[in-house]
């Protein structure tokens, strides 16, 4: 698809397959120029009315407001993960040695499929 801009041709995009597919989001598969995966949402009216109005009471533009949340939920997310699996591993170190669980977790990863074996 040619345009001008990376987000003119996501927009492009969405008013050619308008009403032919459900999609809510379109996204690119691989990073722009500045390392970005570029996402198009389509929000329903009272959604993006509700939005808009968060985003100028933070005195964002709505684009960089979303850009932001989303930034926010995937740092939250990945510190979440990263103590949910603190608390596994010191769960299982209470019933076992270090070794062992380093022993168990490489044997996990080298029966996994796809994976080499040792």
Do not use: W
Not at 4 to 33: E, F, M, S, W
Not at 80 to 100: G, I, P
């Amino acid at each position: 698809m040619h345009a001008k801009t990376p987000d003119k041709a996501l927009n492009r995009l969405r008013r050619q397959i308008d009403g032919r597919l459900p999609i809510d989001v379109i996204t690119t598969h691989y990073p722009d120029p500045d390392d970005q995966i570029l996402l198009n949402i389509a929000f329903p009216r009272a959604t993006h009315a509700a939005l808009r109005t968060v985003a100028d009471e933070a005195g964002q533009p709505l684009p960089i407001f979303l850009q932001l949340a989303v930034h926010r939920a995937i740092a939250r997310h990945r510190s979440e993960e990263a103590n949910r699996l603190d608390q596994a591993v010191q769960h299982l170190l209470t019933h076992t040695t270090a070794s062992h669980l380093l022993a168990a977790i490489g044997r996990a990863l080298t029966h996994t499929s796809g994976a080499a074996p040792c």
